[in-house]
């Protein structure tokens, strides 16, 4: 089976997450292609079997430029199964509409949706989650994806749950229309920038530029918060947004028992119910392969 998973990743989340079903899937013989939506890059449109969109949640929306990839999509001469996966901040059920719109725009480039999965991943916006929330998040996703991986490749269905009015909610909360318009112009960059042009360079959009010495912000910022996040020296000032910035990778390989958790209360039960129903489905999923272990044995 040749897999095509084509995804979009601001500051890394859904990169890494793409990588373990590359990984997966790859192990259990298929034919993996990763194609980066960014890359802008030539991309054979009928040479695979299984579609898959992977997208970091902006606002309850899909990024526009995952959108505007679907949107020049050709619609395929037979009908082909389709998988989204999406990484947020945080595991609220709202996240679930960010994909009305792409998944009615597949639809009609002859796409069926079967398998649809979220996976929570550290913020890159609004706060910092502690190290110890990222380890765990990513501790869970790396365990959950061997058992989505079979679940597409046996044909079991898995979708997310229905939100009364999304598309409408969606269209209401895309923060990219305005924001990427008007507050990625409000950008500036402080006395703290050491000029290693690193935002220029790693910018998907090619927005940021230098004129004259000065850093001039266009208009096509798509609020992925790259620059922002990977500057080494925390030097660029997001607009309006200022107060939610991240600055600086997340650290998801060290658990440090003595870590103080950030924001304890916020979705505190949305995250206990999204990392109790996780390990219920990894644990189903590890007692299956092991019957299916002894029975070859
Ligand atoms: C502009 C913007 C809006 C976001 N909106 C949401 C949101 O509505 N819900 C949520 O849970 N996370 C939200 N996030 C957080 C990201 O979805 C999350 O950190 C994601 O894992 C980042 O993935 P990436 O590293 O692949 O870009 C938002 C992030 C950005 C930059």
């Not at 997450?17 to 192990?27: A, H, L, R």
């Amino acid at each position: 089976m040749k897999i095509l998973i084509c995804y979009f990743s601001g500051t890394g989340n859904t990169k890494k997450i793409v990588n373990e079903y590359k990984k997966q899937f790859e192990s259990k013989g298929a034919e993996v292609q990763v194609y980066n939506i960014e890359s802008g890059e030539p991309l054979e449109q009928n040479n695979f079997d299984l579609l898959g969109i992977a997208y970091p949640i902006h606002a309850f929306n899909a990024p526009s430029i995952v959108v505007n990839f679907v949107k020049k999509l050709e619609k395929q001469p037979e009908n082909k199964h389709l998988f989204i996966i999406k990484t947020s901040g945080e595991p609220l059920a709202l996240n679930n509409i960010s994909s009305t719109k792409i998944k009615k725009m597949l639809r009609h480039r002859n796409f069926t949706l079967t398998n649809e999965y979220h996976y929570v991943m550290p913020y890159n916006i609004i706060f910092r989650h502690s190290d110890n929330m990222a380890y765990k998040m990513w501790d869970v996703a790396q365990r959950l994806v061997p058992a989505h991986c079979d679940e597409i490749l046996e044909n079991q269905k898995s979708k997310l749950g229905y939100v009364f009015m999304g598309s409408f909610l969606a269209w209401v909360f895309r923060i990219e229309y305005w924001g990427g318009r008007y507050n990625g112009k409000k950008y500036t960059v402080s006395d703290e920038c050491i000029k290693c042009q690193k935002c220029v360079r790693c910018c998907p959009t090619h927005n940021i530029t230098i004129k004259d010495g000065q850093f001039e912000f266009g208009d096509n910022c798509i609020m992925c918060m790259r620059c922002s996040f990977f500057c080494p020296t925390n030097a660029i000032k997001i607009g309006l947004f200022n107060n939610w910035k991240v600055n600086g990778e997340y650290n998801f390989n060290n658990y440090n028992e003595n870590e103080e958790q950030t924001h304890k209360k916020f979705c505190k039960k949305s995250y206990q119910k999204y990392f109790e129903k996780s390990e219920e489905k990894i644990k189903k999923y590890e007692e299956k392969t092991q019957k299916i272990n002894e029975n070859n044995a």
